[in-house]
Nanobody, 119 residues
Framework: QVQLVESGGGLVQAGGSLRLSCVASRRIMYAMAWFRQAPGKEREFVATITWSGSITNYADSVKGRFTLSTDNAKNTVYLQMNSLKPEDTAVYYC??????????????WGQGTQVTVSS
């Protein structure tokens, strides 16, 4: 079992920045990812990274604005979000799994953290 705890969400104006954190109780899976779910929409892939930090993949909608990083000593993954847009508003979920861009490839999930971007 792996417990994931997200933090760092909040309210920010368009163009602003936030950094989300996800602390894992154990590093037993290959990769960590972030997904997001806006009201009335499906949960969608945002970005994924291997624990080594050597491989990343981003959704086209966030490429160039969001950056993933890892701190293995703290079992923590960070999602730096810059140039935020109102359409980035969603609950952001951290996930642990084997790699990929779909929900079924991730076995463990956090409870989510709300990100709200005002226009």
């Amino acid at each position: 079992q792996v417990q994931l705890v997200e933090s760092g969400g909040g309210l920010v104006q368009a163009g602003g920045s936030l950094r989300l954190s996800c602390v894992a109780s154990r590093r037993i899976m290959y990769a960590m990812a972030w997904f997001r779910q806006a009201p009335g929409k499906e949960r969608e892939f945002v970005a994924t990274i291997t624990w080594s930090g050597s491989i990343t993949n981003y959704a086209d909608s966030v490429k160039g604005r969001f950056t993933l990083s890892t701190d293995n000593a703290k079992n923590t993954v960070y999602l730096q979000m810059n140039s935020l847009k109102p359409e980035d508003t969603a609950v952001y979920y951290c996930a642990s799994g084997n790699w990929g861009t779909t929900r079924r490839e991730y076995d463990y999930w956090g409870q989510g953290t709300q990100v709200t971007v005002s226009s």
